[in-house]
């Protein structure tokens, strides 16, 4: 920074013209999510906004809808000085469902967007402060709590009216700019007042000299540093102290100053609060776990903003946020006196992520994206059926049991997809019914295996003899391993057998996959099966139409190419699938054909690639009937593939393994386990 730029002077005129701001932390924060990109979306049924900025990056937010529109309010209310300002955010819920990694992520990003010139935040130091005699060998002395350069020249004179001459004659700002800046007014902390004090006396009060005294810098943003952004895990209960949040008598200091009055003879540094008094984010992790002093400093930092020494005050500017787990926070609330504590605060209950198609995403983060290998450093291949497995096992555990739905039915409603005749009002329902709980625990997605239950059955797989031996992490071995992790780490045996029959749910979705993954590899083509679904869905579509002649041949216009496309409508094959689906009159059939082309409708529309791979049922049926047709029952190619004693039935196995291996992702190892596994009759739904 050159000499002349670091002047206050500087520093005003740059604010006038827009080049530097003046905002509070909350009004950063703010600004920072509101001008990314924000989408409107429906989530299990309720419209709900998502911001982009939290979707950025190699690794980013998955889900976390209702926590994020929450902690959006939040700031946003704060930054217009709502109550929300003497508050802090405080997410509570169970270990492993992202609560720390969404305020790292959070924090991660404000830096980048503070270390953008416009966005830049400066305090200032006073030098030269040996010429005042009183500070031995202490030549500048820098702002402890990187107070804002504009609330120095807010309190540069003795009163207020001098101040906003200052500001007007001086620099030539409005009346109306003045007054908005005083709207976000404090004084000057403890040290930078004293000693802007001893400066007036010095000089007789000449503002040009007092200006010759102050020297303004750009906080520091380096992330070790703990400056902007800054974490305080909660210690133990002998190592934790007041000192570490707020800072302690220096002994270095005191050699030098001579007035014991002086309160720069504390070291606010030293505590974790004053590193982001300037405009930051104060994380609390696992706030409830502090010992009761320390929480109840917590309880004055958070109304007043304030830091207070032996009587000394420091206003600061800070967003706190801090995370606690559910038993933690019950024990807490257990204790009555502490209410004042959580009455200053903004609970958010954060729940699992239970949609399992995000979950897929957060799967893969689990897994990791550098490539795996065995003990003995050959590549270890992933099953591409894995994480379906694991994402599906996951979720199902974080369902709550309920009597309008079935858990698969929950799933794919919660996830946006069709589940018969259930409706996404039925899930709404059954949240909102939930959500009347006094227990956290028993509503929605507030319990259930968390991300690091699943990174440690992901690890479990790794490690076995069976993946090592194989070179391939087989999707069915992620059941045995989750089901050690459930025996191994679930305290509680009611959730303990819940989670057992989830699994045991997720085995036979995981088998329909199978069977899908099978008639492709028969087909030999990667989506045999999509196609047939979707030849299925035109034929009831077409079936009812006005230009069908008597060869049954139908035109249509295919809303994914935009291409016109001719259809010979098999009313055998219609009847055959409808059957399948246990729909034996014509009323009953009807029924489910309107459903299908109410959906159709309604999709389409919004999505021209949607292909009803969802709707699990249709799909299972289709298989079954073209398994059916092409080998004489969905038996037949088990038995062909089970028993390969003749040579037609030995050439279909190596086609299909080839077709598997070359054309479906599959290895020599998965491919043979997952043909071996379909031919046995486990897992049947």
């Known amino acids: 920074m050159k000499k002349a730029d670091s002047s206050l002077h500087h520093h005003l005129q740059a604010v006038k013209k827009g080049k530097r701001r003046f905002e509070n932390a909350f009004q950063a924060v703010a600004r920072m999510i509101l001008e990314s990109d924000i989408k409107k979306i429906t989530v299990k049924g309720k419209t709900t906004y998502d911001f982009s900025i939290f979707r950025n990056g ?184 007041a000192v570490d949040l707020l800072g302690e008598e220096s002994i270095q200091r005191l050699l030098h100053i001579t007035d014991t009055n002086n309160p720069y003879r504390f070291d606010l540094r030293r505590g974790a609060l004053a590193r982001v008094a300037g405009g930051g984010i104060h994380f609390s992790d696992e706030i409830f776990k502090n010992k009761k002093d320390l929480v109840q400093v917590y309880l004055g930092v958070i109304q007043n903003r304030v830091i207070e020494i032996d009587g000394f005050k420091w206003p600061i500017d800070t967003l706190i946020i801090a995370t606690s787990n559910n038993s933690e926070f019950n024990r807490f609330l257990a204790e009555k006196e502490e209410a004042p504590i959580v009455d200053r605060c903004r609970i958010c209950y954060v729940s699992h992520n239970t949609d399992y198609k995000l979950q897929e995403k957060l799967t893969a983060y689990a897994i990791g994206n550098e490539t795996k290998t065995t003990l003995s450093r050959e590549e270890l291949h992933i099953d591409p059926n894995l994480n379906y497995a694991a994402s599906v096992a996951v979720v199902l555990t974080r369902l709550p049991r309920s009597e309008k739905l079935t858990s698969v039915e929950t799933m794919k409603l919660a996830a946006g997809e069709v589940a018969g005749e259930k409706s996404i009002k039925t899930l709404a329902e059954v949240i909102d019914t939930l959500a009347q709980q006094p227990d956290i625990t028993k509503r929605f997605g507030q319990k259930g295996l968390g991300q690091r239950n699943l990174g440690r059955a992901i690890q479990l797989l790794i490690e076995s003899s069976e993946t090592n031996e194989g070179k391939c992490m087989f999707a069915y071995d992620i059941f045995k391993t989750m089901e050690r992790v459930v025996l191994d780490y679930v305290p509680e045996a009611n959730d303990r057998t819940k989670y057992l029959e989830d699994l045991k749910t997720a085995k036979g979705l995981y088998r329909e996959r199978i069977m899908t993954e099978m008639f492709n590899a028969y087909m030999d083509e990667p989506l045999a099966i999509r196609k047939d679904v979707m030849n299925y869905v035109n034929m009831i579509i077409g079936i009812d139409a006005e230009n069908l002649g008597p060869d049954k041949m139908w035109k249509y216009k295919d809303p994914q190419t935009g291409e016109l496309k001719a259809m010979k409508i098999d009313e055998r094959y219609i009847n055959s699938v409808e059957e399948r689906l246990g729909l034996k009159t014509e009323e009953q059939r009807e029924t489910f054909r309107t459903s299908i082309r109410k959906i159709y409708g309604q999709k389409i529309s919004v999505d021209p690639n949607y292909d009803f791979m969802d709707n699990l049922e249709l799909v299972k049926a289709i298989t079954d009937v073209r398994l059916k047709s092409d080998i004489a029952g969905a038996g037949s190619l088990i038995g062909a593939l089970a028993n390969r004693t003749n040579e037609e039935n030995q050439k279909l196995y190596d086609r299909m393994l080839n077709t598997m291996q070359t054309k479906l992702n599959y290895c020599n190892t998965c491919a043979l386990k997952t043909i071996e596994y379909f031919c046995t009759q486990e897992d049947e739904r």
């Open 58 to 241: 190699n690794k980013h937010v998955i889900g976390m809808y209702d926590e994020m529109n929450s902690f959006v309010s939040f700031v946003k209310d704060a930054a217009e000085n709502g109550s929300s300002k003497e508050m802090a955010y405080v997410l509570v819920g169970e270990p492993g469902n992202g609560k720390t990694f969404f305020v790292e992520y959070l924090c991660g990003k404000y830096r980048h967007f503070l270390s953008r010139e416009p966005n830049r935040k400066y305090t200032f130091r006073f030098i030269g402060m040996d010429k005042l005699g009183n500070y031995g060998r202490i030549r500048s002395i820098e702002s402890q709590t990187y107070e804002d350069p504009m609330i120095l020249a807010m309190n540069l004179f003795e009163t207020f009216e001098q101040s906003k001459e200052f500001l007007a004659a001086q620099i030539g700002f409005t009346e109306k700019e003045i007054e908005t800046f005083y709207e976000d007014y404090r004084p000057l902390g403890a040290c930078s007042g004293y000693i802007l004090d001893e400066i007036r006396n010095y000089t007789n009060g000449m503002i040009e000299d007092i200006l010759k005294f102050i020297e303004i810098v750009p906080v520091p943003l380096t992330e070790s540093l703990g400056t902007v952004t800054g974490k305080y895990p909660a210690k133990d209960k002998i190592t934790s102290s």
